[in-house]
């Protein structure tokens, strides 16, 4: 079982719509990043976060330590959103700054 | 700021072959990360450094990867000999890192697309 599963693997959503990403981890972290890819390969950093909520723009990001589980939104879908989503954990375990990587989410939004 | 910045952008190799790759993080920034990307594995960490000193070699696949940091503002990734299996996306990620547990995102280069024939 890997330490970081998303879900789901693909999403296809009209524009306009609601979207939930979702990022589950067995593992303490001391933070979670959520990661955009997009099709030209470029690796953006959206959010890093260890509790609470955090938002930008139509996007939001939420932890729930307790439950090892974070999810990404995004509200009012637009084609350009689509892109592969990744999570990532800072675990407690490692060693400074490691990183371990979810398998991502590939979004699709269709105008 | 430009950025992290990578290079070359692509490279296109022959089995056994040495490669180079260059990464010159954003100014001021302290940690240095070497990622690899594979369809088979994802994004996977190869070595990060902190004030130019490596921290955490253990993703460095064997003996034909090779990393340094000589200089704050520069970092290279060599592959001596490289293989077919080798073939993947190499990023290169910089954060600025303060105090024990301090930690802030990363921000990651263009990549280097590797193809070894």
């Known amino acids: 079982k890997n330490e970081v599963e998303q879900s789901p693997q693909n999403l296809t959503a009209q524009e306009g719509e609601f979207i939930t990403i979702n990022c589950s981890y067995s593992v303490g972290i001391s933070a979670l990043h959520w990661l955009q890819q997009h099709p030209g390969g470029g690796i953006v950093s959206l959010f890093m976060l260890s509790s609470g909520k955090k938002k930008h723009g139509r996007l939001i990001a939420t932890i729930n330590i307790q439950e090892k589980h974070s999810s990404l939104h995004i509200t009012a879908s637009h084609p350009r959103d689509s892109a592969v989503y990744i999570c990532?954990?800072?675990?407690?375990?490692?060693?400074?700054?490691?990183?371990?990587f979810g398998e991502g989410t590939q979004l699709t939004v269709n105008p | 700021d430009a950025g992290v910045i990578q290079s070359p952008r692509h490279e296109v190799t022959e089995m056994g072959q040495e490669v180079t790759l260059r990464c010159k993080p954003i100014?001021?920034?302290?940690?240095l990360f070497w990622y690899r990307q594979t369809m088979m594995r994802g994004l996977e960490l190869l070595i990060y450094?902190?004030?130019?000193?490596?921290?955490?070699d253990s993703g460095m696949p064997e003996d034909r990867f090779s990393a340094k940091m000589p200089n704050a503002s520069f970092s290279t990734l060599k592959i001596q000999p490289s293989e077919p299996r080798d073939s993947a996306v190499y990023f290169c990620a910089s954060s600025r890192t303060s105090g024990l547990g301090s930690y802030n995102e990363q921000f990651f280069g263009p990549g280097t697309r590797l193809t070894v024939l």
């Open positions: 100014s001021g920034h302290n940690s």
């Open positions: 450094f902190n004030n130019n000193v490596p921290i955490d």
């Open positions: 990532a954990v800072r675990s407690l375990r490692t060693s400074g700054s490691r990183l371990t």
